[in-house]
């Protein structure tokens, strides 16, 4: 995800850009106000319905197009910068904790995170409980992050109990906590 939002990050539009997209809004807010006073005009029936709904719907699109400029020129470059950083550090640890998983458990040809800490610890036993926090924190973040962006989901059909920011519904928060609270213990 962090690379992902690395890949779609928000570009700072310079000042002619600005104006210009605040001119394009503009323009589209005065066509709508117009609109308005017309569908005030009409008489009452499923025609003015329909134009209701339409322009509702017109409405939205603006609102959202001037939050999302308000985002984009708002937008904190440095943030985006680290983001990326995490990423290609969580991917690195993805792919250590994978090659654990294949080397051994899967085939037991070799201990492969576990002899990385414990020649850490005879050089320095700081750097192996720094080196076992990061790799179990990061195993912790990672299922847990796994348990809200996926919910209970039955695969490519639809989610059980998704965890959306201000539409999530309080069963699902709780079964989504219970799911969180059996994979820590697992970590």
Request: charge should be positive; proline fraction near 3%.
């Amino acid at each position: 995800d962090l690379l992902n939002d690395f890949r779609v990050r928000v570009r700072r539009p310079n000042a002619e850009e600005r104006r210009e997209i605040e001119r394009e809004i503009q323009g589209r807010v005065d066509n709508l106000v117009t609109k308005a006073k017309q569908i005030d005009e009409m008489p009452e029936g499923r025609d003015k319905a329909k134009a209701k709904r339409v322009f509702e719907r017109a409405v939205y699109i603006v609102t959202k197009d001037y939050a999302q400029f308000k985002i984009d020129s708002e937008a904190k470059v440095l943030w985006t910068y680290v983001k990326l950083i995490v990423g290609i550090f969580s991917v690195c640890l993805s792919i250590a904790w994978i090659l654990q998983i294949i080397l051994h458990d899967f085939t037991n040809v070799s201990p492969f995170i576990n002899t990385l800490l414990i020649d850490l610890d005879k050089t320095f036993a700081l750097f192996a409980i720094i080196f076992y926090g990061i790799f179990a924190y990061y195993l912790l973040w990672a299922a847990i992050k796994g348990c809200v962006r996926f919910g209970l989901q039955i695969p490519f059909i639809f989610r059980i109990h998704p965890m959306e920011p201000g539409k999530t519904l309080m069963s699902s928060f709780l079964f989504n906590t219970d799911m969180v609270m059996l994979v820590a213990i697992v970590v």
